[in-house]
Every structure is written in structure tokens, then in C-alpha cells.
């Protein structure tokens, strides 16, 4: 079994920053890549951000020299550095980790989702 444990959102006004942190526990073996996708209401889940074991990250262009996303893979732990953030941020952001269980099953998990919310 394995657990995604999101931490890091809240309410912050535009132009702020937020840090999100998502750490991965559990009958793991090896990461291949973790990331970030955020769902804003009426809209469809999309990938924000994502990292690979050799730490390659790829960027939605909205986000692109705003976000930074980085990865401790001794903790298996993925972060999301959000500065400037606006209005159109806003949404429920979910962390995603591409894995190898112990059992050698590669297989996606999602975390449980925290609000960020962008608001003057």
C-alpha cells in the first residue's frame, strides 16, 4: 500500500507565494517521476508541473517561471514552489506519483488534494 500526504495549501492574496510539499510512503521500490495537476471547479484536471528521478521537470506554460517543482528522493518527497501567483491559480492541486510498489508493480497514485486559493 502506498500514501500520498499533501501539505502546503491555503489562502494567499495575488502576487504571493505558497509551497506545496507531498511526500510518498509505503510499500515503494523505486519513483520514476512525481507531479503536481490542480482542478479549478467547472474545469478539467491538468498537469501543472512534473519531475523525473534525474530531476528533468517539465511546466504547463501557464505556470512557467512562476512555479519551480523540485524532489528529495531520499524522502521521497516532491515540492512545488508557487511565487506570483494569480487569481486563475486557484484550484484544488494533487500530487501524482508514477511508481514501482516493492511487489514490482508500476503503478500511478494520487494524493487527497489541497486548496489553494488566490484572493485579494
Known amino acids: 500500500q502506498v500514501q500520498l500526504v499533501e501539505s502546503g495549501g491555503g489562502l494567499v492574496q495575488p502576487g504571493g507565494s505558497l509551497r506545496l510539499s507531498c511526500a510518498a510512503s509505503?510499500?515503494?521500490?523505486?519513483?520514476?517521476?512525481m507531479g503536481w495537476y490542480r482542478q479549478a471547479p467547472g474545469k478539467q484536471r491538468e498537469s501543472v508541473a512534473s519531475?523525473?528521478?534525474?530531476?528533468?521537470?517539465n511546466y504547463a506554460d501557464s505556470v512557467k517561471g512562476r512555479f519551480t517543482i523540485s524532489r528529495d528522493n531520499a524522502k521521497n518527497t516532491v515540492y512545488l514552489q508557487m511565487n506570483s501567483l494569480k487569481s486563475e491559480d486557484t484550484a484544488v492541486y494533487y500530487c501524482?506519483?508514477?511508481?514501482?510498489?516493492?511487489?514490482?508493480?508500476?503503478?500511478?497514485?494520487w494524493g487527497q488534494g489541497t486548496q489553494v486559493t488566490v484572493s485579494s
Open positions: 501524482n506519483a508514477d511508481l514501482v510498489t516493492s511487489t514490482r508493480s508500476r503503478t500511478q497514485y
Open positions: 519531475i523525473i528521478s534525474t530531476g528533468s521537470a
Open positions: 509505503g510499500n515503494i521500490f523505486s519513483i520514476y517521476a
